[in-house]
């Protein structure tokens, strides 16, 4: 996902990376050479470029691939621990040759299924060699362990639903044979309520305007701690691995060389013109062109400005294909069936795929809807973004895919789409969440869009007869269809849960309510409910997809 937010120009990488030195190093062109007498690929080496404060830096980077242009040579590379789309052709003048890295020589690996194979020097699956060579540590994951009391009849609850692993953030899942736990945590922790637990709200040091407490309610399923979006329990309860369940995550263990690297140069989009951050398997006859050029209405691609203007003669498409469910003012969203609109959708899936780096493209659109937000004018209706969702999702997803084209970034559309699929879960009756892992972009966005909200119904609680007012986290998932484990992760996110004379409380302080009218005041464009026209369908029929 993500999708939503403009990107910094310059990156972000934590401090203390080797290849992080100011100041141009002395060029040794002898000193780079490999015993072939060249650069060749797999090399790292630091690279010059300039940040998001417009400073050079010189991060450490490696050799993708090298082409040569009228006698010039080329160098695509990728700067380490950096996003990849950043990654960018450069010049020999840039590379710093005396620093150069080769790769070395890697032995034969056996693969899970215990057939010989061999595993790609790529940054993400090796230690920093910089890190071994200085002599320092890597750091070490904060382990804290949990005790659970679980009632021995728990076991025998008939027709309990089994023990699903969460979402959004590291979960334990109970285990009977064993009541310790180590989790690995990424923020100071706090005990977690109960789901149907209400909980009040108190004054903080003297200064919140509301605070919200527990009582002993159903047994939990799980317990959840920390706020990792993309961690998986393993099956013992310790957070293992990544999440990489859902419809579209892509297969990382398949990226090669050319799925690593951009492949189109520039997308012509009606009046913009957009640099793709990531690859997508356009034909492969239209990648050596200078710009890629899409009839912004039905997204289907032609080679040159010409083909491009012959097409618009004949395509009488002014908007999306599909029906319109929502119009306010100038924004309309259209609700795209995968298997009605199949050249649609998956023109989309090929747009989208420049800007999206953990999700695969899917040719069988069939089990898909897509909602295109678009903006009208005189001309028709333009596209902003969109999202996708599987019609009939196992693990409640209500979002697949989402983006926000980059024009459009950064003016409050990515959380206006985020908003329009609770809504639609609100109508559908269920409660959801965005498939994992999310791009940072989407994380991003998705924290805001959910602490918003959540904030929205705790300063709206009143209280009676001079009591605290409560809520249960069953409550505020019902209220705004966020899933259980993602309010309580979006609680935990901005430390809102204390332990308080047996209860659970939320306290907001007045710097957390200060800071939320603020950002309110910023957020212009809101979902109306009653703009909404959508009927769901009972996909489960499969006679009507």
Partial sequence: MAEVVSPVPGGRREPGEVGRGRGPPVADPGAALSPQGEIIEGCRLPVLRRNQDNEDEWPLAEILS?????????FYVHYIDFNKRLDEWVTHERLDLKKIQFPKKEAKTPTKNGLPGSRPGSPEREVPASAQASGKTLPIPVQITLRFNLPKEREAIPGGEPDQPLSSSS???????STKRKVEVVSPATPVPSETAPASVFPQNGSARRAVAAQPGRKRKSNCLGTDE??????????????????????????????RMKNIECIELGRHRLKPWYFSPYPQELTTLPVLYLCEFCLKYGRSLKCLQRHLTKCDLRHPPGNEIYRKGTISFFEIDGRKNKSYSQNLCLLAKCFLDHKTLYYDTDPFLFYVMTEYDSKGFHIVGYFSKEKESTEDYNVACILTLPPYQRRGYGKLLIEFSYELSKVEGKTGTPEKPLSDLGLLSYRSYWSQTILEILMGLKSESGERPQITINEISEITSIKKEDVISTLQYLNLINYYKGQYILTLSEDIVDGHERAMLKRLLRIDSKCLHFTPKDWSKRGKW
């Fill in 66 to 74: 090298v082409k040569d242009i009228s006698g010039r040579k080329l």
């Fill in 171 to 177: 979960c334990l899942q109970p285990n009977h044979r």
């Fill in 230 to 259: 993309d961690s998986q329990d393993s099956s013992d309860g310790i957070p293992s691995a990544p999440r990489m369940t859902g419809s579209l995550v892509s297969d990382r263990s398949h990226d090669d060389i050319v799925t």
